[in-house]
Nanobody
């Protein structure tokens, strides 16, 4: 089993920045890739970014490309999401996810492990 715990959410003004962290524990070697998803009120959960554990390949949703950056620290079993130039439409609960299969998956159904989520609110 893998446990994921997110942190770093909060309230920020439009144009500001936040960095989310996702600490993994348990059988972390079984994670081949990590991803970030988000869910706004009344909307479906959507893909934000993903990174392969042992390589530096990344993928981003078009809506965040150029503003968000996903990175990882394998020694700390932690994945980060640096969010810059935040917009009110970025307001959502952000979830960290892990998968055992190789590849940068964009579908939440391809991730086996999930964190509890952290709220990000961007005011206009």
């Amino acid at each position: 089993q893998v446990q994921l715990v997110e942190s770093g959410g909060g309230l920020v003004q439009a144009g500001g920045s936040l960095r989310l962290s996702c600490a993994a524990s348990g059988r972390t070697f079984s994670n081949s890739a990590m991803g970030w998803f988000r869910q706004a009120p009344g909307k479906e959960r959507e893909f934000v970014a993903a990174i392969i554990r042992n390589y530096f390949s990344t993928a981003y949703a078009d809506s965040v490309k150029g503003r968000f950056t996903i990175t990882k620290d394998n020694a700390k079993n932690t994945v980060y999401l640096q969010m810059n130039s935040l917009k009110p439409e970025d307001t959502a609960v952000y979830y960290c996810a892990g998968r055992t299969a190789y590849g940068l998956a964009r579908s939440d159904g391809e991730y086996a492990y999930w964190g509890q989520g952290t709220q990000v609110t961007v005011s206009s």
